[in-house]
């Protein structure tokens, strides 16, 4: 389905973190001897993307997206969107248990990295191919305009992350 334009600042996200959460796979799957240091680095640069994109991507989508479509729905009725809730608190909890790892230089383990990749990319997957689709057809055009405009105000103080 078509992305209305004034979700593309989010999609452009979903895109560099699908490519982060495609990262994370492949260092936990990088051969025995060298799988230690590539979770590490690639830890250094999940974190990165998380400052640089990560936050205030979540903010668009909670104080933004999710507010405007709490107009049109309960949002604790809608199964999917409390999902997306409960994963945002989670990759946020693996944010600062890494964060943490990395500053007191203690490894980061590798089930662990594997884990949040795939809670990532289904995240990103869930909200493009199912909560977005709904969320557009319950604003509509007038009201999408109008958020887009919010979003790019948030938007436009980050540059989107390639790492
Ligand atoms: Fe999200
Ligand atoms: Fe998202």
Known sequence: MKRHPSLHPLSQHHHFALIQALEMRRATEAPAEKRAAAVQRQAGKFIRFWHKTGIVHFREEEEVLLPEYARHT??????????????????????????????????????????????LHDHVRLEENKVF???????????????????????????????
């Open 133 to 163: 689709p709904r969320i557009e057809k319950a604003l509509g055009e007038e009201r999408l305009n109008a958020m887009g405009r919010r979003l790019t105000r948030l938007h436009s103080k980050n540059d989107v992350c390639e790492m």
């Open 74 to 119: 309960r949002l604790d009725l809608d199964t999917e969107v409390m999902q997306i809730l409960a994963d945002h608190a989670e990759i946020r909890a693996a944010v600062s248990d890494f964060e943490r790892r990395l500053a007191d230089n203690i490894p980061v383990d590798a089930k662990e990295m594997a884990r949040i990749g795939k809670l």
